[in-house]
Structures are given as structure tokens and as C-alpha cells.
């Protein structure tokens, strides 16, 4: 009778010990992810392959969904009470759910996962003092200017403005001196208020309140204005699209083609003479000595189960070593500082070999300014909303309809509007 029990008590502790196995490796993290599908199921494939095996207790379930969905689909599931764990979204999407507070800080976990991302990067995320984001991948602009047409309007073509004073003061000069159109502006005017170092907004008793009105704010508008009214930039700036500024550049009527890095090959295809004519600069920064990017971030919803291990997979695919291998198959930049230190980034005596694409030295410019870099979406409520209405009155000033002064207050008084 004793053997007997004994045989019980040693059969029912090897099937604990194989049930806690068997439950252990069935611990899911479901994972979505934008437009990344098929192009790069490899590389997710591999990278969830490597995170498996050195996690083997979790499996990770991925499943790509299309931009215009995703935010549906996630209010869907966490209404249902079951969220994926780690989702892709931007600061665009991202806003609304933070505001109603659907989404978990990453800054509550204990880790300090912080210190691997630029800081300007995993700030774009704070929203009342806390992170609701692991930083992603970024993408940015650059300057591509026509060295011919500096050197004509009495400019260094090596000495591009590196400040937002300077580089309006030289568009003077240019259009002075040359006839030709110093550039197109491709702006939000709230993100040139937070380059300037203005907020947008501040809490109070967790009431966003208007921040921006101020001489420096009306200054920035009638600077655009003076800039409209001269003919330094054209008047048809802020409702033609991208490719009326390419159009422009590829006929020298444009100086400055402020370009997503990717439309340069459009430069080196028109001919050898303009490639050889173009150089590349970083755009130059604000007061607040901030440039603008776009971000992309992986969140945790508030209602997720298991997020500290969600967390763990979330800064592994953020982590250097998946972000550096994830640019060099994308041309992305990453938000993770270790990732930059390889020459895929950089290797700046490769500028010198006269080989090198447009594209190239894009991407070694600006890795050198990530930590300059910034996401400038408003993280609030109706935020589309609220930034719609302040460039409704920017382009009423740009077009001469009102002033600079009554430009930025109307801008006070529709974000209030909005907010009330």
C-alpha cells in the first residue's frame, strides 16, 4: 500500500512538472504590426524565431494589419477585453487612446528601458509625465540644394545654415540674388512652434490649456508671411503637393527640395550635371534645437495580459541589434542609439568616394542628428482636429487675409472650441 502511494505521489509530480511546462510554452504574446507584410516576413520570422528561443516559455503570435484598421481593430479588442500585447501604431494613432487612457506607460515598468533610445525619441511618447511607447523605427527629411545656384546668389554651397534664422536668412539672399525660389515649406505650424521650443498645450487639474500664444509664436507666422509676400517662397506653398516641388527643383526653379530621402533617386535619374550640382544637408534646427521626424512605436494596451513579458519582447524588436539589422533592410532610421554605432551609419569617409548615392549620404547625415530628433504629433485629444485648425489660420495669415497676431489667436480660440 505505501509503494503504491509512493507510485501516486511520483506519477502526479512528473505530470505537475510536465503540465507547468506545457503551460509555460503556451504563454502568447499576440503582436501587430503595419503594412509589414509579406516584404519582410522574413526578418519578423527570424527575429520571433531568435526571441522564442531564448524565451522558450513564450510564444509570440504575429499578425500584420493595414494603417487604415488598425486603430478599429485594436478598440475592437480591447472592448472585448482581449487586446494583442504589443502593438505597432504611430503617435497619430496612438493620441486619443492614451488620452482615454487605454494604453499602458512603459515608463511604470522597473526596468529602465530608457536608456537605450534617444532621448528626444522616447520623450515623444510623454503625456502628463509618463512613456506610453517603445520607440521604433523614424523617418526624416533632408535638404538636397542646388550648389550652382548658391554659389550664383553669392553663398558657400559648403556652408549650409544650420539654424532656422539662418537658413530664412540665406532664402532671401537666394531669391534676391538668383530669381529662383528658395523653397517650398512642407509645414504643420504647430510643429514649428515645438522646434521654436514653444508647447503647444499644458495640463492643469489634467485640463489641456493653450500655451503657444506669445510674441514668439506671432513672430514665427509673420516670418512665413514676409516670406510669401516677397515671392521668396510661392504662393501656392502650403496646397501644392510634393511633386510640384520636385517638378521645380529638376527645372532649377527650386534651391531647396526639402525630400524624404527616398524621392532622390528622381534627382540622380534627370541627369548627371544635377546629381553632381546637388549636396545634402540635415534641415537646419529651431530654437529648440529640434528636428522634426516621424516615429513609429510598438505600445502595450492597458488591458494586455502579460505586459512585463510583453514589455520584453517589445524592447527586443526596439533593441540595437534588431533595429540595425531592420534599417539595413528597410533604409529606416533607428530610434535605439546602439544601432548606430556600425558603419552601416557610421562610416562619414565614405561621404568623400564620389560613388556614393544621394540616398546613402542621406542616411549618414541624419543618423548623425537622431539625437536631435523628434515626433511633434500632439499626444491629446482630437488632436487631427486641433492641428487642422491651427494650419487653417497659418495659411488665412500666409495669404495675407489677416495678421500674424490675429493668426495665433484664432489658433487659441479653435483649440479651445475643440477641446471644450
Given amino acids: 500500500m505505501f509503494k503504491q502511494s509512493k507510485k501516486i505521489i511520483f506519477l502526479t509530480l512528473i505530470l505537475v512538472f510536465f503540465f507547468s511546462i506545457y503551460t509555460r510554452a503556451e504563454t502568447q504574446i499576440e503582436f501587430w504590426t503595419i503594412n509589414l507584410s509579406p516584404q519582410y516576413d522574413q526578418y519578423f520570422q527570424d527575429k520571433i524565431a531568435e526571441f522564442e528561443a531564448e524565451n522558450p516559455d513564450l510564444k509570440i503570435k504575429w499578425e500584420d494589419i493595414s494603417f487604415s484598421s488598425i486603430q478599429q481593430q485594436l478598440r475592437q479588442k480591447i472592448s472585448e477585453g482581449n487586446p494583442p500585447q504589443v502593438v505597432n501604431l504611430s503617435p497619430q494613432l496612438m493620441s486619443a487612446l492614451v488620452y482615454e487612457d487605454?494604453?499602458?506607460?512603459?515608463?511604470?515598468?522597473?526596468?529602465?528601458?530608457?536608456?537605450?533610445?534617444?532621448?528626444?525619441?522616447w520623450?515623444?511618447?510623454?503625456?502628463?509625465?509618463?512613456?506610453?511607447?517603445?520607440?521604433?523605427?523614424?523617418?526624416?527629411?533632408?535638404?538636397?540644394y542646388n550648389k550652382?545656384?548658391?554659389?550664383i546668389a553669392g553663398l558657400d554651397p559648403d556652408d549650409f545654415p544650420k539654424s532656422q534664422k539662418e537658413f530664412f536668412e540665406t532664402a532671401h539672399r537666394i531669391k534676391a540674388e538668383s530669381g529662383v525660389y528658395a523653397f517650398m515649406p512642407q509645414l504643420q505650424?504647430?510643429?514649428?512652434?515645438?522646434?521654436?521650443g514653444l508647447n503647444i498645450f499644458e495640463l492643469n487639474n489634467d485640463k489641456p490649456q493653450v500655451a503657444f500664444n506669445n510674441d514668439q509664436a506671432v513672430e514665427i507666422v509673420a516670418e512665413y508671411q514676409k516670406l510669401a509676400r516677397e515671392s521668396v517662397i510661392p504662393a501656392d506653398s502650403l496646397n501644392s503637393s510634393f511633386n510640384i516641388a520636385l517638378d521645380r527643383y529638376l527645372k532649377n526653379e527650386l534651391a531647396v527640395l526639402i525630400t524624404a530621402p527616398q524621392f532622390l533617386k528622381e534627382i540622380e535619374a534627370e541627369s548627371d550635371y544635377l546629381k553632381d550640382m546637388t549636396a545634402l544637408a540635415v534641415p537646419p534646427a529651431g530654437e529648440g534645437e529640434l528636428i522634426n521626424a516621424s516615429l513609429m512605436n510598438l505600445v502595450i494596451p492597458k488591458a494586455a495580459e502579460n505586459k512585463s513579458e510583453a514589455a520584453d519582447f517589445a524592447a527586443f524588436i526596439t533593441g540595437a541589434e534588431a533595429q540595425q539589422e531592420f534599417a539595413k533592410i528597410t533604409g529606416l532610421l533607428p530610434?535605439?542609439?546602439?544601432?548606430?554605432?556600425?558603419?552601416f551609419f557610421a562610416d562619414t569617409d565614405q561621404l568623400e568616394n564620389?560613388?556614393?548615392?544621394?540616398?546613402?549620404?542621406a542616411r549618414y547625415l541624419m543618423a548623425k542628428e537622431l539625437e536631435n530628433m523628434a515626433d511633434m504629433t500632439l499626444i491629446i485629444e482630437n488632436s487631427s482636429?486641433?492641428?487642422?485648425?491651427?494650419?487653417?489660420?497659418?495659411?488665412?495669415?500666409?495669404?495675407?487675409?489677416?495678421?500674424?497676431?490675429?493668426?495665433?489667436?484664432?489658433?487659441?480660440?479653435?483649440?479651445?472650441?475643440?477641446?471644450?
Fill in 102 to 121: 487605454l494604453l499602458y506607460p512603459v515608463s511604470n515598468f522597473e526596468k529602465n528601458y530608457k536608456s537605450e533610445y534617444f532621448v528626444n525619441l
Fill in 123 to 144: 520623450e515623444s511618447n510623454n503625456y502628463d509625465g509618463k512613456i506610453y511607447a517603445f520607440p521604433w523605427y523614424v523617418s526624416s527629411r533632408i535638404m538636397a
Fill in 148 to 151: 550652382e545656384i548658391f554659389k
Fill in 189 to 196: 505650424i504647430h510643429e514649428e512652434f515645438i522646434k521654436a
Fill in 335 to 343: 530610434s535605439a542609439k546602439g544601432a548606430v554605432n556600425v558603419d
Fill in 354 to 361: 564620389e560613388d556614393i548615392s544621394l540616398n546613402d549620404q
Fill in 385 to 420: 482636429a486641433l492641428t487642422r485648425a491651427m494650419n487653417e489660420q497659418f495659411a488665412r495669415a500666409f495669404s495675407d487675409k489677416i495678421t500674424a497676431q490675429e493668426a495665433v489667436d484664432f489658433m487659441e480660440q479653435r483649440f479651445l472650441e475643440i477641446l471644450d
